[in-house]
Nanobody, 124 residues
């Protein structure tokens, strides 16, 4: 059974940075594309970033483009989300996700496995 565990969330001031990690375990972790989604209070879970199996294809939501960077290290079975220039609108629970397929995707319904989430709060 695939398991995804996020870490790295916390409280940060506006303009600050955080790096989220997602550690994967299980038989399919070397196969799939991965992504990050987030859910703010009162809002739907939304796409943040995605990376293909090869790492060469990356997609970002317009709201984070130029500020967030997604990456993966398959030797460590880990996905990362580097978040810079954070603002209050970035406050949310962040979830990592894994597909059984290699192509990156922006739709949450296309992901097969999900982590439990890590809280990111941007506040002064």
């Amino acid at each position: 059974q695939v398991q995804l565990v996020e870490s790295g969330g916390g409280l940060v001031q506006p303009g600050g940075s955080l790096r989220l990690s997602c550690a994967a375990s299980g038989p399919t972790l070397s196969i799939g594309a991965m992504g990050w989604f987030r859910k703010a209070l009162g809002k739907e879970r939304e796409f943040v970033a995605a990376i293909s199996w090869s790492g060469f294809i990356k997609y970002y939501a317009d709201s984070v483009k130029g500020r967030f960077t997604i990456s993966r290290d398959d030797d460590k079975n880990t996905e990362y989300l580097q978040m810079n220039s954070l603002n209050a609108e970035d406050t949310a629970v962040y979830y990592c996700a894994l597909r059984n397929l290699r192509t990156a995707a922006t739709e949450r319904s296309l992901y097969d496995y999900w982590g439990q989430g890590t809280q990111v709060t941007v506040s002064s």
